[in-house]
């Protein structure tokens, strides 16, 4: 009888790691992260927030096309040593990119971001015929 090799269940991001190896792609490919977003709207704006620490605000390019917001940069770990012997290597280096479609329309062209605590916050404000309108019913 052979031996196996215990190993617990793999988290997503293993199982999808361990998938593109096996297929032979090479890690250059899969050097790109997707950040997660929180996106929501309060009454005048749309605010999408996503986390991006130790990422240099200045190497992040943002733009809104049709109703679609974009994030795309880069992150570069400058003290990367190769003679280390990792066990394990989770922190990631390489470009990210993430868009995703407005619910509502938008003044693009007013779009405002912050970076702060590493979260980057885009505040969008909506467009007129995106607001709630309030009607008062008349009474006779």
Do not use: C, H
Not at 16 to 40: H, I, N, Q, T, W
Not at 83 to 108: A, M
Request: aromatic share 8%; glycine share 4%; proline share 7%.
């Amino acid at each position: 009888m052979a031996i196996i090799r215990w190993m617990p269940a793999l988290s997503p991001i293993e199982d999808s790691d361990k998938f593109f190896e096996d297929f032979g792609f090479s890690k250059m490919a899969r050097r790109s992260f997707a950040p997660e977003l929180d996106v929501y709207d309060t009454k005048d704006a749309v605010v999408v927030e996503t986390p991006l620490p130790g990422i240099d605000p200045n190497d992040v390019n943002i733009s809104i096309e049709n109703g679609v917001l974009q994030i795309e940069g880069k992150s570069e770990k400058k003290t990367e040593v190769d003679e280390k012997n990792y066990y394990r290597k989770e922190i990631r280096s390489g470009s990210f990119y993430r868009s995703v479609t407005l619910p509502v329309p938008v003044k693009d062209d007013q779009a405002e971001a912050s970076y702060e605590k590493g979260v980057l916050k885009i505040t969008i404000p909506k467009a007129e015929e995106a607001k709630p309108k309030a009607i008062q019913v008349k009474v006779k």
